[in-house]
């Protein structure tokens, strides 16, 4: 056996399996299968089939998921930086299909990073709806804004707080939540032999305690009829069946919705807490496992948690307490100027909106000094880097871009989206001190909150100009830039600009739209997919994809 497990752990695994327990172990003898998700904001599933680079096998819990053999390297491909895929755990797929996400949903991810599982949702909600995805690491979320980016996601809002300050400012507003919950990782011995190492010390009593807390604020974040999707990455049923058992107790106006077992899941096991567990909640054999000697794939526990309806007290209690405000703002998509931001901090706050003349304020006109950094720390000297950061190369803050007051910000980018797009922008434009979002929520909807990023990201404004994002770029289709250029993924000058190399290219090879001149910001697209900006001018194309993003490997 490959992988070192903790001796209590088999142990307890041998009491609970019985005379599944070899086939169990022999499991840990095989290699973790490989899987990738085809990104559907971006490509249709049967077109990537056609094109796809690797050899394809269907998983069965995922309709756009697919196996790959071993030794593959997915993100050794111009497809991988143009967001056509997404590479995952195949078991890690299962939970976003079993929340069934509809259309112009409201969907919280409350345990995001790295972003996987939110990504997947915003290929379900096609652009619609609002997504709010969230981690409590703020490590974390770096990953978690990037994979959102890369993939194209328009209609995001990226957080960076505690469920209970969540649910403060979203009481029972969301349709679907997915609580992908912190555990004790024992289905991923397999994949990470260092998760099976920290076993001890990241203790399974260590992860009840958190995991009751998630579900118990996820509840009163959930709109009447609204679904919940609780997973683990792990078998101890401690923090699996003993926490819906809890939940369910404690939330009477909750059904479990059986898992349908044709893809090889498992039901559940409550008699593995107790007799009398399982007798009181003999729904619990309708939540799931999936065993690696069972499925391709790691281990996982999924329960699915509907709610009644509109008739439960909980719910009624705030029918006239401001929620029906929420659900219009659901529903309110027109393009708004919405609100406007100082820069000197991470974290956006409604209540800094800034006057005409650009002077950050409180409600009762007095400025606002924040006194943190760009950690949310105590200290002077930070800069903000994540929502506002701009320092110049000298070190010091841009004090002529910060003269410039929202109005001309917004005017540039305005201007810009005329000339160079041909983009339907909905939600609310917000301007944070020289950058500027496209979010699918009131600014109201974030006040107080730490907000990575309040939507999609469309660019920077120099001095008077536009700067488009990278962000910007990946979301768009070819149709929607006035300019662009198709470069093949079987030609290195794919490879090259994903480097960062300038290319040569003639003006016959430019799609120009409405009789536009070529000179300027150029969409660049590998094989029709967008993957960022380049400058075209004179036969050249200087690269404008960001550093940070680069291709790195030979």
Same mark, same amino acid.
């Given at each position: 056996?490959? @992988?070192?497990?903790?001796?209590?752990?088999?142990?307890?695994?041998?009491?609970?399996?019985?005379?599944?327990?070899?086939?169990?172990?022999?499991?840990?003898?095989?290699?973790?299968?490989?899987?990738?998700?085809?990104?559907?904001?971006?490509?249709?599933?049967?077109?990537?089939?056609?094109?796809?680079?690797?050899?394809?096998?269907? #998983?069965?819990? =995922?309709?756009?998921?697919?196996?790959?053999?071993?030794?593959?390297? /997915?993100?050794?491909?111009?497809?991988?930086?143009?967001?056509?895929?997404?590479?995952? !755990?195949?078991?890690?797929?299962? /939970?976003?299909?079993?929340?069934?996400?509809?259309?112009?949903?409201?969907?919280?991810?409350?345990?995001?990073? /790295? +972003?996987?599982?939110?990504?997947?949702?915003?290929?379900?909600?096609?652009?619609?709806? $609002?997504?709010?995805?969230?981690?409590?690491?703020?490590?974390?979320?770096?990953?978690?804004?990037?994979?959102?980016?890369?993939?194209?996601?328009?209609?995001?809002?990226?957080?960076?707080?505690?469920?209970?300050?969540?649910?403060?400012?979203?009481?029972?507003?969301?349709?679907?939540?997915?609580?992908?919950?912190? =555990?004790?990782?024992?289905?991923?011995?397999?994949?990470?032999?260092?998760?099976?190492?920290?076993?001890?010390?990241?203790?399974?009593?260590?992860? @009840?305690?958190?995991?009751?807390? #998630?579900?118990?604020?996820?509840?009163?974040?959930?709109?009447?009829? &609204?679904?919940?999707?609780?997973?683990? =990455?792990?078998?101890?049923?401690?923090?699996?069946?003993?926490?819906?058992?809890?939940?369910?107790?404690?939330?009477?106006?909750?059904? $479990?919705?059986?898992?349908?077992? !044709?893809?090889?899941?498992?039901? &559940?096991?409550?008699?593995?807490?107790?007799?009398?567990?399982?007798?009181?909640?003999?729904?619990?054999?309708?939540?799931?496992?999936?065993?690696?000697?069972?499925?391709?794939?790691?281990?996982?526990?999924?329960?699915?948690?509907?709610?009644?309806?509109?008739?439960?007290?909980? *719910?009624?209690?705030?029918?006239?307490?401001?929620?029906?405000?929420?659900?219009?703002?659901?529903?309110?998509?027109?393009?708004?100027?919405?609100?406007?931001?100082?820069?000197?901090?991470?974290?956006?706050?409604?209540?800094?909106?800034?006057?005409?003349?650009?002077?950050?304020?409180?409600?009762? +006109?007095?400025?606002?000094?924040?006194?943190?950094?760009?950690?949310?720390?105590?200290?002077?000297?930070?800069?903000?880097?994540?929502?506002?950061?701009?320092?110049?190369?000298? +070190?010091?803050?841009?004090?002529?871009?910060?003269?410039?007051?929202?109005?001309?910000?917004?005017?540039?980018?305005?201007?810009?989206?005329?000339?160079?797009?041909?983009?339907?922008?909905? &939600?609310?434009?917000?301007?944070?001190?020289?950058?500027?979002?496209?979010?699918?929520?009131?600014?109201?909807?974030?006040?107080?909150?730490?907000?990575?990023? /309040?939507?999609?990201? *469309? +660019?920077?404004?120099?001095?008077?100009?536009?700067?488009?994002?990278?962000?910007?770029?990946?979301?768009?289709?070819?149709?929607?830039?006035?300019?662009?250029?198709?470069?093949?993924?079987?030609?290195?000058?794919?490879?090259?600009?994903?480097?960062? !190399?300038?290319?040569?290219?003639?003006?016959?090879?430019?799609?120009?739209?409405?009789?536009?001149?070529?000179?300027?910001?150029?969409?660049?697209?590998?094989?029709?997919?967008?993957?960022?900006?380049?400058?075209?001018?004179?036969?050249?194309?200087?690269?404008?994809?960001?550093?940070?993003?680069?291709?790195?490997?030979?």
């Amino acid at each position: 056996m490959g @992988v070192q497990l903790p001796t209590a752990f088999v142990k307890r695994m041998e009491q609970l399996l019985g005379d599944e327990f070899e086939a169990f172990m022999t499991a840990y003898d095989h290699t973790p299968h490989a899987g990738i998700r085809v990104n559907t904001l971006k490509i249709p599933v049967e077109d990537f089939k056609e094109r796809s680079p690797f050899e394809l096998r269907p #998983i069965p819990w =995922c309709a756009t998921g697919f196996y790959i053999p071993h030794g593959t390297k /997915p993100g050794l491909h111009p497809y991988y930086h143009a967001g056509l895929y997404y590479v995952q !755990e195949p078991s890690a797929m299962s /939970p976003v299909e079993l929340l069934n996400v509809a259309q112009d949903e409201a969907v919280l991810d409350l345990c995001a990073a /790295p +972003g996987g599982k939110s990504t997947q949702i915003a290929a379900k909600l096609q652009g619609s709806g $609002v997504l709010v995805t969230n981690d409590i690491s703020a490590d974390r979320t770096k990953a978690l804004a990037k994979n959102v980016e890369l993939y194209g996601v328009r209609n995001a809002v990226v957080l960076n707080e505690s469920p209970d300050r969540i649910a403060a400012a979203f009481p029972h507003f969301f349709d679907k939540i997915l609580i992908d919950a912190p =555990c004790s990782g024992e289905g991923m011995f397999r994949k990470d032999e260092d998760m099976a190492k920290q076993w001890e010390t990241h203790s399974v009593d260590k992860c @009840v305690v958190m995991q009751r807390d #998630i579900l118990r604020v996820a509840a009163s974040m959930l709109s009447a009829g &609204g679904r919940i999707v609780y997973s683990t =990455c792990t078998f101890a049923p401690e923090e699996n069946e003993g926490m819906i058992a809890e939940f369910l107790g404690a939330h009477p106006d909750f059904d $479990v919705v059986p898992v349908p077992s !044709e893809a090889g899941f498992a039901p &559940g096991h409550p008699e593995w807490m107790s007799e009398e567990v399982a007798a009181a909640h003999p729904e619990l054999w309708g939540t799931a496992r999936l065993w690696p000697h069972l499925v391709e794939g790691e281990g996982h526990f999924i329960a699915v948690l509907q709610h009644q309806g509109g008739n439960a007290a909980a *719910m009624e209690d705030h029918t006239e307490s401001g929620d029906l405000t929420q659900r219009e703002d659901k529903n309110d998509r027109a393009l708004n100027i919405d609100a406007v931001y100082p820069r000197k901090k991470q974290f956006l706050s409604v209540k800094e909106a800034l006057t005409p003349s650009g002077q950050g304020r409180h409600a009762t +006109g007095e400025p606002k000094r924040s006194g943190k950094g760009m950690d949310g720390k105590s200290g002077k000297g930070k800069s903000a880097r994540g929502l506002g950061g701009n320092k110049s190369r000298s +070190g010091k803050e841009n004090v002529k871009s910060a003269a410039r007051s929202p109005q001309d910000v917004l005017e540039s980018y305005h201007q810009f989206v005329k000339e160079q797009l041909e983009v339907c922008l909905t &939600g609310y434009t917000v301007v944070y001190g020289d950058r500027i979002y496209q979010s699918p929520l009131a600014s109201h909807r974030l006040d107080g909150l730490k907000v990575v990023r /309040p939507g999609w990201f *469309m +660019g920077t404004d120099k001095n008077g100009r536009f700067v488009p994002s990278h962000p910007l770029a990946v979301a768009l289709r070819p149709s929607e830039a006035v300019r662009s250029i198709n470069l093949s993924s079987s030609d290195a000058e794919a490879i090259r600009y994903l480097k960062g !190399e300038t290319l040569s290219i003639p003006v016959e090879r430019m799609a120009l739209r409405n009789e536009v001149q070529p000179k300027g910001y150029t969409l660049v697209c590998i094989d029709g997919y967008s993957a960022g900006w380049g400058k075209w001018q004179d036969g050249m194309l200087k690269n404008e994809y960001p550093t940070g993003w680069r291709w790195t490997s030979v």
